[in-house]
């Protein structure tokens, strides 16, 4: 088959537009990192948030390079089992992101959510800029002083560090194994209760 140039042209910068807008739009996402107990419920609630471009889980918080899971899970490094997300702020806001963060967890149990219990479960926000930061501290006054708890919010408020992605067997988790135990019970009622899944 044989092209004019004019046609080949006309690809190419239709390819070169497409390409100029997506990279746009990962620009104006936002970034944000969240611990809230077990990575695998962190990821599965932020990946069915209408505006989360992506929920990726990993470590980070801690004093050992490049951890993996089984040193991580000794809670000795000092990491937290978190997920890095990526949003698109026109579509659902920081705040809205913190409300789902409070909801999903308890923010005033240390280092412990359910049966999860060490440091590496602890409730954390790694904020990426002084605008997050102030929005988090913000938040937590307001939840502090509304009486919605008994007992003070602990959440961990500190500037993101390195993050480690996680092994890949735990990307995506829920999605790969919906009939594992904890799936099963722990993470589909989760889902359930903040109205993400039937």
């Not at 471009?53 to 390079?65: F, L």
């Not at 904890?182 to 009622?189: Q, S």
Request: net charge negative.
């Amino acid at each position: 088959m044989n092209y004019s140039l004019n046609q080949i042209a006309f690809a190419l910068s239709f390819t070169l537009a497409i390409a100029m807008q997506n990279e746009t739009k990962a620009e104006s996402n936002e970034s944000i990192t969240l611990a809230a107990g077990c990575f695998w419920c962190t990821e599965a609630v932020m990946q069915r948030v209408e505006g989360v471009e992506s929920a990726v889980s990993g470590y980070m918080g801690g004093h050992v390079e490049n951890p993996t899971y089984k040193q991580i899970v000794t809670g000795e490094t000092g990491h937290a089992e978190v997920a890095r997300i990526s949003f698109d702020p026109s579509v659902v806001s920081l705040d809205e992101i913190l409300e789902i963060f409070w909801l999903m967890h308890d923010p005033t149990s240390l280092n412990k959510q359910g049966a999860d219990t060490g440091t590496q479960y602890r409730s954390a926000v790694f904020y990426h800029n002084e605008f997050q930061k102030e929005a988090v501290n913000k938040a937590i006054a307001v939840l502090n002083e509304s009486g919605k708890y008994t007992n003070p919010i602990v959440t961990e408020v500190t500037k993101t560090e390195i993050f480690y992605p996680a092994e890949d067997y735990h990307q995506e988790y829920y999605d790969l194994n919906k009939q594992a135990g904890y799936c099963t019970y722990v993470i589909h009622p989760k889902l359930k209760k903040l109205g993400l899944e039937k």
